[in-house]
């Protein structure tokens, strides 16, 4: 093997001046660009890890309110609860009042009633206290007169007004 110097040394000028020529136009601008877009993908991925960082607070956020938001609903629901037993405290009361009302009204209609069936009583008792004393008068009494018009007393007790 036979080694041609001026051929060796021709081509590793070339290959340094190809080499030369590709660093200064060529890695340059492709280095260039492939630090551009290492630094673009790390800004991506600061960006996705901003945006995680906001939607982690949003989500503190929102579960916040949402805690926030049901102890509103209990009060409010609490507040409902108490109101009605107030109202139906209220309607009872009124209802009580009103039967009791009611009761005695009812008492005092017992109590007039009571008092004219007593008057009619005592009259229907006058006037047969009355009829009697007129049919005794008017005869003469004896055994058997008395027991003869007590018999005609009862017997016309039906026949009587207000008997």
Known sequence: MDLN????????AGFVIVVWILAKFAWGPILNMLDARRD????DFAEAEQARG???????????KLGEIKVI???????????????????????????????????QDIDVETQKAQLSLRDDVVHLALSSAEMLVNQKLDDETH????REYI???GE???A
């Open 160 to 162: 009587m007004p207000n």
């Open 73 to 107: 609903e209990r009060e409010k629901v609490q507040e409902a609860v108490v109101r009605g037993e107030e109202i139906a405290d209220r309607l009872k009361g009124e209802a009580q009042a009103k039967a009791e009302t009611a009761l005695e009204k009812a008492r």
């Open 54 to 64: 906001d939607a982690e607070q949003l989500r503190g956020d929102f579960e916040t």
């Open 5 to 12: 110097i001026p051929v060796v040394l021709t081509n590793i």
């Open 147 to 150: 027991r003869r018009l007590i």
């Open 40 to 43: 673009k993908i790390a800004g």
């Open 155 to 157: 017997d016309n007790l």
